[in-house]
């Protein structure tokens, strides 16, 4: 009887603690949910408000008819002023010749694009305005425009095919922009309405996001009816949905820390009752233990397991379903969740791989462009044009790098990036590459400190990509070092390796983003006015130097510096 009393009693502690683990699941899994839709709204907001600015941006209105009307006006003089120089010099200049040839082709697009926008197909309309042959087509309209002036003396300008070009562009984007603001509304509409339920609170914080969500709509309206911007009310609605958003991200992520928590307790207390209860039965007290850690414990901790694993990016970590209950419905749930993560992060990989192998032939072109109008092929340039060329030729430059980053980012991850390594001794290579920061650091006020310890010491690296990754972590130490301020660079000998670090007095890292500074697009430094990034940096310092063999890490501290380490293996080791 005794036996039997302490079985049932055990059996009962057993079934309490899984009907808690249960509720417990069912929990984390709608609070994520509901974490997904406030994201979701929070996202949709910034897209409201853009789409928003950019048709208020254009003043004016144009209907399809009064483009076509200034389109033909233009048509018509310069058919004119053909007439006019062929009269002249008694033939068509070649120049003229070739802006009627394109003037046709414009003409063309232009009304194609008219068509769908009278059709209501403002999608197909706007994406002829804006496609790169109908800028190219309207850019070299009016270069032979200009040129064509400066020789026979037009009585049309370019301005006079500007104001054409401008009131085609103004018939569809303001439409389409306005189609856009309402697609989104509508669908910030019923999220709102969605959460609403979801939260279970529609008389206070639910209903209060329905009612200023169909408010942003009915601004917007008005906005357009009157011909004037609202910008108190619009903001006045977007400050009073917000901060309920932030309350619901925050009290979701909240209750599911705490329901982990929770699950982590109710492990704990059943796995300390299966071993009183094997001290207290012996054996059955053993198959009892086993069963339910098989059945309980080990599936948990295998999806916390899985779970740390997916926050680092790790996809492939898929778990055996051993149960037909909610534990085993919710492992599938998680797999299934993996495999959507893995799908879009894969999706994340071949779109940007494809777009930036995309965007080198046309940047490509755009740089050769720009030599071109330096040089003066295409005619004189003023001092004024000189320099906006220039700029225009560090900007192509700086997205040209951010291309190939993200290529070789992407080679990388996908194992094809290959090195070129040599055998090189590495204090006279740290020392060449420091030298090129000199200036810098000169003009900027900061100090440099060096103190190299791996006389004799050598390795086998890509001297290339070992430069980029010493490039980087300099460079951003210069970024967030203010003048006066302290960079030193060490490196000393460990073992088989050889440890390098980059040491700077700056404004530091919070503690909080340590563990995502080397996620890619991820901002590691304190806000500093007139330092921007791309995020792809450090990410690429550190598969630059685990392909070495090596490892990298980070310390920092706000306000007092940040520590950037990483150890790589030596072939002389002493």
Known sequence: MLLLAVVLIGNFLFLYQLSKLNRIIKTTSKG?????????????????????????????RVDASEATAKIEDFRDNL????KRIKAKFGRDPSTIVEINKLTAEFVEKSDSALSFLERDSLEAAYSIIRSDSFSMLASSIKDRLGTANKRYDLRIVESDFGSAKSAIETAVLRPYYYLLFTTENELLRKEADSLAILIGDKDSIGRMLVEYTDSLRVVFEREIQTGQLDSAAWNAATRIISPPLEEILASEVEGVSQTFRESQRAVALTRTIGIWGALTLFS????????????????????RSAANAASRGEWDKHIPVSTNDEIGDLTDDFNAMLRDLRELDEM?????????HDLKSPIGRVRGNIANLQDGLLGPVTEGQGELLDMMGKDIEKLSRLIHDILDLQKMKAGAFKLDLREVELKEFILGVLEQHAQVLIEKGIELGVKLEIEGLRAQIDQKQLERVFDNLVGNAIKYTSAGGKIIIEAYHDGNNAVFRVIDTGVGI?????????????QAGQKVKGVKGTGL???IVKQLIETHGGVIWVESEPQIGTVFAFRLPLINPR
């Open 510 to 522: 919070p503690k909080e983003h340590l563990t995502n500074v080397f996620d890619e697009f991820f």
């Open 32 to 60: 994520m949910f509901r974490i997904v839709v406030a994201q979701d709204m929070r996202k949709r907001l910034t897209l409201e408000k853009r789409h928003r600015g950019l048709y208020h941006a254009i003043k004016t």
């Open 79 to 82: 058919k004119s002023e053909t």
């Open 537 to 539: 940096g450090l990410t």
């Open 348 to 356: 994340k990989t071949r779109f940007l791989a494809s777009i930036t």
């Open 284 to 303: 059955l007290g053993i198959v009892i233990a086993f069963v339910i850690s098989r059945k309980l414990a080990a599936p948990i901790a295998k999806l």
